[in-house]
């Protein structure tokens, strides 16, 4: 077999296997995971998960704030709501804590000083999965590092500097539920919408039709913002919640 022939044919294969690839690229683009239809029993499912999960958060909350803790005096408590007619409509919401500027204030530092920290705290390069459209996203794993500076900067400002209480996360706990379940809703709608305005891989998006649904599940895959740097997933799963878990313990 001549060189030109055998060139001829390692070409011709290499476009057979690119073909292939596009092919079982494009059939991984339609479902990365989730569905990629959704039934009237999914949409109920995911409106349960939406509502049922703030409201148990709530009637923890409850349970603490009017009953000592008592899971089931709160219980008792809101059958008898539900079976009156007439309480029903008059439902005693002030165990709700107030949002503060205080704990906005907090919060919105916390996210701040996170935030800094995933640009400027080194850390080394890894790539991950191939996603179903074919992009190959980049991350910087600088995570512990991050957590050790936050446990520095913490230790420095509270015990050596004495800008604020070493109890002000406790101080602070009730009013801070609440900013971080609003600025959570939030953040859900605004995930949602950029994924239909300004998505960051427009292929690797996944819609059903059902709304809500769609916005449980995500619609896209890795959600990103300024020019791919700053990743949904990775910073909100990672740092302003598993960092201060231990922040908490302490």
């Known amino acids: 077999m001549s060189t030109a022939m055998f060139s001829e044919l390692t070409v011709s294969a290499e476009k057979e296997i690119d073909k292939e ?8 683009c339609a479902n990365w995971g989730r569905h990629a239809t959704c039934d009237w029993l999914l949409s109920l499912q995911a409106t349960f998960m939406m509502s049922i999960t703030p409201m148990f958060c709530l009637f923890c909350l409850k349970a603490i704030a009017l009953y000592d803790g008592s899971l089931w005096e709160c219980s008792k408590s809101v059958i008898n709501a539900v079976l009156s007619i007439d309480s029903i409509w008059h439902v005693d919401w002030s165990f709700i804590p107030p949002i503060t500027v205080r704990s906005v204030i907090i919060y919105s530092c916390w996210l701040s000083i996170q935030l800094l920290f995933w640009y400027i705290v080194p850390g080394p390069t890894a790539f991950g999965q191939l996603t179903p459209a074919g992009e190959l996203l980049k991350y910087k794993v600088n995570g512990l590092n991050c957590w050790v500076m936050t446990h520095v900067l913490l230790a420095l400002c ?10 002000v996360l406790y101080d602070e706990w009730l009013n801070l ?5 609003v600025f959570g809703v939030l953040l859900t709608f605004f995930v949602y919408f950029k994924a239909w305005f300004f998505p960051t891989h427009p292929r690797d998006r996944v819609y059903t039709g059902s709304v809500i649904y769609d916005m449980f599940m995500g619609v896209e895959l890795n959600p990103r913002l300024f020019k791919d740097t ?9 740092r302003p919640g598993i960092i201060a878990w231990t922040i908490i313990n302490c």
């Open 230 to 238: 700053f990743d949904f997933k990775l910073f909100f799963n990672g």
């Open 158 to 167: 509270t015990l050596v500097l004495h800008m604020f209480p070493a109890s």
């Open 177 to 181: 539920y609440s900013v971080a379940n």
């Open 21 to 28: 690839t596009d092919i079982t690229t494009l059939k991984r």
